[in-house]
């Protein structure tokens, strides 16, 4: 389990394999220090298990169906990911309860800079609208935000300067892929109403 609160972004350094099964290098600078083989650590959101540390290049494996759904399957050597270690029993728990289990990849279609904060608008096909609602929690790229606005085919999400800057939000463009986990609580309530 995760809190949505990225404590470092990783750079990828080795992507091998195929659209199957790829084994993935990132390079940290401080989550590496703490980490052991086998803990759970979200990459963009998405849980991977660490399999091999090697200095400062954490490795794992993903398999088709996390490809399938995530961004991992378009990382290369030199992009940016957000990095996030599973929560511990005496950490602190900001953000809202996050699984790591993307459940979308969604385009990112527009980042305007409004002066005192940036805004996002992400696509949003109508079969996930049951899940998010204004002032509603989401996750996109491991981030713990809050939906501002449901709109007819899309929703807006305000990032504000630290955020913007201290995570991989500052190098996308519209256009780009990200990983959506919609609120867990949300997706509970909207399958008890069927």
């Known amino acids: 389990m995760f809190t949505g609160i990225v404590k470092e972004v990783g750079k990828v350094d080795k992507v091998t394999g195929n659209n199957a099964f790829i084994k993935l290098g990132i390079k940290s600078f401080e989550i590496f220090k703490d980490a052991e083989v086998s803990d759970s650590i979200g990459i963009n959101g998405a849980c991977l298990t660490l399999i091999e ?3 400062d290049v954490m490795f794992f494996e993903a398999i088709a169906s996390t490809l399938k759904h995530t961004n991992i399957k378009r990382l290369k050597k030199g992009h940016l990911v957000n990095l996030e270690p599973a929560l511990t ?3 602190k728990f900001g953000g809202h309860f996050v699984l790591g289990h993307v459940d979308a990849e ?4 527009k980042i305007l800079n409004k002066k005192d904060f940036w805004e996002l608008e992400v696509d949003l096909p109508n079969k996930f609208r049951k899940y998010v609602l204004n002032n509603g929690s989401i996750t996109i790229d491991g981030l713990s935000l809050t939906i501002k ?3 007819s085919r899309s929703l ?3 990032i504000v300067p630290y955020t913007y800057k201290s995570t991989t939000l500052s190098y996308k463009k519209t256009g780009d892929w990200l990983n959506i986990e919609f609120d867990y609580l949300l997706k509970h309530n909207a399958e008890i109403r069927k």
């Open 53 to 55: 540390i090697n200095k």
């Open 89 to 91: 029993m005496d950490g």
């Open 106 to 109: 969604l385009k990112l279609n």
């Open 149 to 151: 606005k449901v709109l």
């Open 156 to 158: 807006t999400v305000h």
